[in-house]
């Protein structure tokens, strides 16, 4: 873990979510971004896929976040993790309009905008409990 976090911290602040956000914006903004590979999916596929990638955008965001500050620990980080979810909302919610607006042969679909935010949610929330958990486990070690 310690040689992941030392590579992290040589990548300049914000690296990874600016990776990720441009690749979402590649992803939903251009008219066909994987080509003609037409992959046979089930019905509401798309929708897990969204959440996947805001989930993902959200999980940059905390680890730029823990890392710029210098990985502060639970409680100190709580405001990274609660804010995080705001920024991959937001670009859910525009990206869908603009969807809608640039005629690029992709729609505006409100339950891609459902998905975008609860992925950005679901990953916030779970970033608090693994904290938490990690917190409540190191302050029982130090009660014993």
């Known amino acids: 873990m310690n040689s992941v976090k ?19 914006c590649w992803l939903t903004l251009a008219p066909h971004p994987l080509g003609d ?15 996947i990638m805001f989930g993902g955008f959200t999980l940059c ?21 609660f804010y995080s979810p705001d920024i991959p909302s937001g670009v859910g919610i525009i990206t869908e309009v603009l969807q809608g607006e640039m005629n690029a042969g992709r729609s505006f679909e409100l339950w891609d905008m459902v998905a975008d935010i609860t992925g950005a949610f679901f990953v ?10 990690k917190y409540r486990r190191h302050k029982n070690e130090e009660d014993r």
């Open 124 to 133: 916030a929330v779970c970033a608090f409990m693994v904290e938490f958990m």
């Open 37 to 51: 590979n037409d992959i046979p999916l089930f019905p509401g596929a798309d929708k897990i896929a969204h959440a």
């Open 6 to 24: 030392s590579f992290l911290d040589k990548l300049p602040p914000w690296t990874l979510s600016v990776v990720c956000f441009l690749a979402i």
């Open 61 to 81: 965001i905390i680890i730029d976040g823990l890392r710029r500050k210098g990985w502060q620990v639970f409680p100190d980080n709580i405001e990274i993790i």
